[in-house]
């Protein structure tokens, strides 16, 4: 039965793309792509109501044996696919003692700002830039 209904489901996917694109667009004629210009093709009303009506019953029971597969593939699952794997236990990681943070001193460059030095010195000595 499922077997069946895979085939038919495929069989009329098929046939619904097809059948769709040999529908004309805005301004495109059926007809136009087998050289002829006018819509002789299919009669005087051309293509329209016999695709339409086509494509709707392909549609029809497309949905209908989407909704089968669907309802007999669920009543067919037991279990799951993940039965089989083994869990890892995750072991918590150990919370270290936090230690108390100190409030902030003074940074060395705002302390020499206050005290009117200035940055880095630059060496005073025997040496000479070159």
Same mark, same amino acid.
């Given at each position: 039965?499922?077997?069946? *209904?895979?085939?038919?489901? =495929? %069989? ?5 793309? $097809? ?8 301004? !495109? ?21 016999? *695709?339409?009506?086509?494509? =709707? %019953? ?5 949905? $209908? ?8 593939? !669920? ?56």
């Amino acid at each position: 039965m499922i077997t069946f *209904l895979i085939v038919l489901h =495929t %069989v009329v996917c098929l046939f619904l793309v $097809c059948i769709v694109l040999l529908q004309h667009g805005k301004g !495109a004629d059926i007809g136009a792509s087998f050289g002829s210009s006018n819509q002789s093709l299919f009669g005087a009303e051309g293509p329209v109501p016999l *695709l339409n009506k086509i494509t =709707t %019953v392909a549609a029809i029971i497309f949905m $209908c044996t989407s909704i089968a597969l669907a309802y007999l593939s !669920a009543d067919k699952s037991t279990g799951s696919i993940m039965s089989d794997v083994e869990v890892q236990k995750s072991v918590a990681p150990v919370q270290q003692e936090s230690m108390p943070v100190s409030p902030a001193t003074e940074k060395p460059a705002a302390a020499n700002q206050e005290r009117g030095e200035s940055g880095p010195q630059a060496p005073t000595g025997g040496q000479s830039a070159q």
